[in-house]
């Protein structure tokens, strides 16, 4: 499992206990020819996301630090 935190003024998480809600698979594991063929997944990985997850967070996504 892969987490990324998207947006906003994020504090360091080290030595933090962090609780993630699986909400949806984004993809498989993939290999990429290239850094910019990455970058390009990584772009449209996050796209999809934005259109997957509500905003705002319901309370149950967000971060109790």
């Keep these: 499992v892969e987490v990324h935190l998207l947006d906003g003024d994020v504090p360091s998480l080290y030595g933090k206990t962090l609780c993630v809600q699986l ?21 449209a990985d996050v796209d999809a996301v934005r259109r997957l997850i509500p905003q705002p967070l319901p309370a149950t996504l967000c971060l109790d630090l």
């Design 23 to 43: 909400t949806a698979k984004v993809r498989d594991d993939q290999a990429f020819a290239s850094i910019a063929e990455l970058r390009a997944k990584i772009r």
